[in-house]
């Protein structure tokens, strides 16, 4: 019997937030991998911090995930940053790129970036389905919009988290 290898799925979310690009990469760069404090249907397994000299997160850290699809199903993923470039001064872009394993294999690509109002956060995922979960490529349009969803869940997440967060002092917020 041969097994052939599943296409790749290149999934592709953009998130306009009206918040300054970095409080926002603050957040997503974050070396504890807080992300499942806001983010819904992410579950921390495992983390390994590494820092650089200003605390950033650092190449080397990772985390491990659980995700819980709205399909039902639960994915686990490890993702390890490769490299990490902060916003710089002169264009206020920054880049995060981590190699995902597990139940999903390649890469992930975080990209921050300001533009009036606030910023746009891109996030691209190149993955391909562990052999013991054919189903998620079998079933590629149901596999795309739960992934859908889970990104939709966290930019939802990320936009409370921020309005908790970040909202002026001494005022009410309806």
Do not use: I, K
């Given at each position: 019997?041969?097994?052939?290898?599943?296409?790749?799925?290149?999934?592709?979310?953009?998130?306009?937030?009206?918040?300054?690009?970095?409080?926002?990469?603050?957040?997503?760069?974050?070396?504890?991998?807080?992300?499942?404090?806001?983010?819904?249907?992410?579950?921390?397994?495992?983390?390994?911090?590494?820092?650089?000299?200003?605390?950033?997160?650092a190449p080397g850290a990772s985390v491990?995930?659980?995700?819980?699809?709205?399909?039902?199903?639960?994915?686990?993923?490890?993702?390890?940053?490769?490299?990490?470039?902060?916003?710089?001064?002169?264009?206020?872009?920054?880049?995060?790129?981590?190699t995902a394993d597990g139940d999903l294999?390649?890469?992930?690509?975080?990209?921050?970036?300001?533009?009036?109002?606030?910023?746009?956060?891109?996030?691209?995922?190149?993955?391909?389905?562990?052999?013991?979960?054919?189903?998620?490529?079998?079933?590629?349009?149901?596999?795309?919009?739960?992934?859908?969803?889970?990104?939709?869940?966290?930019?939802?997440?990320?936009?409370?988290?921020?309005?908790?967060?970040?909202?002026?002092?001494?005022r009410h917020q309806r």
């Amino acid at each position: 019997m041969t097994t052939t290898t599943p296409e790749p799925f290149r999934l592709v979310s953009t998130w306009l937030l009206r918040a300054p690009a970095p409080v926002v990469w603050r957040l997503l760069a974050d070396p504890g991998f807080t992300w499942p404090g806001w983010w819904p249907l992410l579950r921390t397994v495992d983390t390994h911090p590494r820092t650089d000299a200003d605390g950033r997160a650092a190449p080397g850290a990772s985390v491990t995930l659980r995700v819980r699809s709205p399909a039902g199903r639960a994915l686990q993923v490890r993702l390890a940053l490769d490299a990490v470039t902060p916003p710089g001064d002169v264009d206020g872009v920054g880049h995060a790129r981590f190699t995902a394993d597990g139940d999903l294999a390649g890469t992930a690509l975080v990209v921050v970036r300001p533009v009036p109002g606030g910023c746009v956060v891109a996030l691209r995922w190149d993955v391909t389905p562990a052999a013991d979960h054919p189903g998620l490529a079998a079933h590629r349009h149901l596999s795309t919009l739960a992934h859908a969803a889970v990104m939709r869940a966290g930019e939802a997440g990320l936009r409370r988290h921020l309005r908790r967060t970040t909202a002026p002092t001494g005022r009410h917020q309806r």
